[in-house]
């Protein structure tokens, strides 16, 4: 079992910034991937980051980091958007290709 834990999240206004954090504790061993995915309202989950790949829309804006020694992932975003507005969720896999999701921080850009 793998426990995520995000934080973070906030009203922000556009041209600002935010760093996500996800917190990883259990069977962190096991973890083989970890990211960053979105959920706006009245549209699916997306992937935002993970790895060496982003979503188009935040390329250049969005970084994608981890400290193992924390067991946390992060996601620094810059030059924040109104339609960066969602729910943002991180995502582990594990050997076994068990998938967890942590609870979601919401991030809210102003116009």
């Known amino acids: 079992q793998v426990q995520l834990v995000e934080s973070g999240g906030g009203l922000v206004q556009a041209g600002g910034s935010l760093r996500l954090s996800c917190a990883a504790s259990?069977?962190?061993?096991?973890?083989?991937?970890m990211g960053w995915y979105r959920q706006a309202p009245g549209k699916e989950r997306e992937l935002v980051a993970s790895g060496t790949t982003y979503a188009d829309s935040v390329k250049g804006r969005f970084t994608i980091s981890r400290d193992n020694a924390k067991n946390t992932v992060y996601l620094q975003m810059n030059s924040l958007k109104p339609e960066d507005t969602a729910v943002y969720y991180c995502?582990?896999?594990?050997?076994?290709?068990?998938?967890?999701w942590g609870q979601g921080t919401q991030v809210t850009v102003s116009s």
């Open positions: 259990g069977s962190i061993g096991s973890i083989v991937a």
């Open positions: 995502k582990s896999v594990t050997k076994n290709w068990s998938v967890y």
